[in-house]
């Protein structure tokens, strides 16, 4: 299997960034890590192996890009409006710089975002900003209601509105933008023990609202929010 190794200074986020590739052809997926992890969990926790043999084929291509997490999100010791901030500056580093990268490596019309947990907010929310960008998405065991688990501390602009999925995707009307996300595919899995289904629920919901197609699988035997299952549903949907 094809793997590279990439790092550059990033001029949106003001510091080196590291990504890796996997795979030489097939859907490019740029994958976003879990909850201030890093660019090589995808590859440590076995994801990339259980989809081995469709980067070997060249029917799947991955990049596994870096999380600012920690100094967005997850930053105490800044304010809320620095966080969203930090957010918007890595949502620029993943349009102009990672996707060129994408596009230089892979010319296939389309193009993915795939996440767990909390890398599932991210996949699901960069492709709902940018349809044109990103074709489709698989979200497992995504988290949405960031104002439910506390990141802001009851700060509410503009800019959070429009990175809190629940509350923009149910007032979309533009009818260009919501014809771009009717044409995409949007993959929304998780389990009967998994904290975040309800969140799942409802994005499926205020999709379905918009005739926007969704597909929300609800996994049983028991599967919760780890990696075993994650491991399994990608093997699955990607």
């Known amino acids: 299997m094809k793997r590279e190794y990439h790092k550059w200074w990033s001029p949106e986020l003001g510091r080196d960034m590291e990504l890796l590739v996997f795979g030489h052809d097939g859907l490019p997926a740029v994958v976003f890590p879990t909850s201030q992890a890093r660019f090589y969990e995808f590859e440590d926790r076995g994801m990339v192996d259980a989809v081995k043999d469709k980067l070997e084929c060249g029917k799947l291509q991955l990049f596994c890009v870096d999380s600012v997490d920690a100094e967005s999100w997850y930053n105490r010791d800044v304010g809320a409006d620095w966080r969203i901030a930090r957010q918007i500056q890595y949502e620029n580093y ?6 060129p990268l994408v ?4 010319h296939r019309p389309h193009l993915a975002t795939v996440g767990c947990s909390f890398g599932g907010y991210h996949a699901v929310n960069m492709a709902l900003r940018h349809p044109h960008v990103f074709s489709g998405c698989l979200s497992m065991s995504g988290a ?3 104002k439910g688990l506390g990141f802001l501390h009851g700060y509410y602009s503009d800019e959070v509105y429009f990175n809190m ?10 009818h260009h933008y919501l014809e771009r996300l009717r044409h995409n595919t949007y993959v929304l899995a998780t389990g009967v023990h998994d904290q975040c289904w309800n969140d799942n629920e409802r994005l499926a919901a205020a999709l379905r609202a918009k005739h926007v197609p969704v597909r929300l699988d609800v996994w049983g035997d028991n599967t919760g929010h780890d990696w ?4 399994r549903m990608a093997q699955v949907y990607l």
């Open 144 to 146: 949405y209601d960031l």
């Open 228 to 231: 075993p299952w994650w491991q």
């Open 103 to 106: 596009r230089q490596r892979n």
């Open 165 to 174: 999925p629940l509350d923009y995707v149910p007032n979309i009307s533009d």
């Open 94 to 99: 993943i349009l102009r710089e990672v996707i």
